[in-house]
Nanobody, 118 residues
Framework: QVQLVESGGGLVQAGGSLRLSCAPSGRTFTVYTMAWFRQAPGQDRKFVTALNWIDGSKYYTNSVKGRFTISRDRTKNTQYLQMNSLEPDDTAVYYC???????????WGQGTQVTVSS
């Protein structure tokens, strides 16, 4: 069974930066689209950004445009989320997710905590 493993979360002051990583473990895994979602305390899980590994297209939610950058390293089969100019509202558990070839997010990581202090 494939799992996604996230790393790179932590505590940072407002204005700081963090880089999250996500890589699949387990059997060979074909990546179609991988994305980052986040869930703040008491809120639903929300979409942050996605990268289509087939054509390279990227999508961002408005609140992170210009501050977050999604990227990939095909040789390592790893996806990254570079987060700059972090704000307290970015505090959440960040989840990596991948779609099957139909576009359904069916594989998830365990989440990594990002805390931004004011």
């Amino acid at each position: 069974q494939v799992q996604l493993v996230e790393s790179g979360g932590g505590l940072v002051q407002a204005g700081g930066s963090l880089r999250l990583s996500c890589a699949p473990s387990g059997r060979t895994f074909t990546v179609y689209t991988m994305a980052w979602f986040r869930q703040a305390p008491g809120q639903d899980r929300k979409f942050v950004t996605a990268l289509n590994w087939i054509d390279g297209s990227k999508y961002y939610t408005n609140s992170v445009k210009g501050r977050f950058t999604i990227s990939r390293d095909r040789t390592k089969n790893t996806q990254y989320l570079q987060m700059n100019s972090l704000e307290p509202d970015d505090t959440a558990v960040y989840y990596c997710a991948a779609t099957d070839r139909r576009g359904v997010y069916d594989t998830w990581g365990q989440g990594t905590q990002v805390t931004v202090s004011s």
